[in-house]
């Protein structure tokens, strides 16, 4: 894909998506009523699929449709807010089995609201999640209702930034070649460890426009972190087979 497409997806709109809000006569911007209602359908089957009772909090949605930095590239992002130390279970187990389910989920449906796929996460209603723009479904109200701001971010810094990491990705995929699987495996968490530490540090310090967040985007729609995924998935496979 182009690098001047993926820089242009990173502009702001004029408007939050008219296909997915209503502007009211005050300016607010409100869910449409079906995408609600879609939305609620779609966490009650996510929550059954999850088979274990939870007592949901809020199901909210964030990420860039709930903003004005939307684009083509933009999904919905609906999170189910609960709070793990009501349930009788050790809080990580549920965690890795909120993200197993979250993964086999999203990935196994294919889930569209007026063409942007959805994709569902359990949301620890303690967790620190940093957005301008969270709307409640539940409740049919804004939490954080976004303001348009201008990103302001200058092309050929955020090109360099994201390149290095291009440069670190490909030579994971080099050494690849050369180390020992299991040396590879903990390469590749090391590298996306960094860059979620690198990513976490941008939207706490300067938000969702920082060039950290920014290159973290930039890579996943160049397909550079799916690359790494895909990299640890090959590996893993090639060590479990036996030929």
Not at 20 to 45: A, F, P, Q, T
Not at 109 to 130: I, K, L
Request: aromatic content about 10%.
């Amino acid at each position: 894909m182009e690098q001047n497409t993926i820089l242009q997806s990173f502009k702001v709109q004029d408007e939050l998506n008219q296909t997915i809000w209503d502007k009211e006569s005050g300016g607010e911007y409100m869910l449409k009523s079906e995408v609600r209602d879609k939305l609620l359908e779609i966490s009650e089957n996510f929550i059954k699929f999850i088979g274990v009772d939870i007592d949901v909090e809020d199901i909210t949605m964030t990420g860039s449709l709930a903003n004005y930095n939307w684009s083509s590239f933009s999904d919905i992002d609906l999170h189910i807010i609960v709070d793990l130390d009501s349930i009788d279970i050790d809080n990580d187990l549920l965690r890795q089995l909120f993200n197993s389910k979250k993964t086999i989920w999203n990935s196994t449906h294919n889930v569209e609201v007026y063409g942007f796929e959805v994709e569902v996460y359990v949301q620890n209603q303690n967790e620190p999640h940093f957005a301008t723009g969270v709307y409640s479904i539940m409740y049919g109200e804004w939490i954080n209702e976004p303001k348009k701001e201008d990103s302001a971010f200058e092309d050929n810094k955020l090109l360099s930034k994201a390149m290095t990491w291009v440069d670190m990705i490909d030579g994971v995929e080099k050494k690849s070649l050369i180390l020992k699987p299991e040396e590879t495996l903990e390469l590749i968490e090391k590298v996306k460890n960094k860059l979620k530490k690198y990513r976490s540090c941008g939207l706490e310090k300067k938000g969702e426009y920082s060039y950290e967040n920014l290159t973290f985007k930039f890579l996943r729609r160049n397909g550079y972190i799916q690359r790494l995924f895909d990299l640890k998935n090959k590996i893993t496979d090639d060590t479990l087979s036996l030929e």
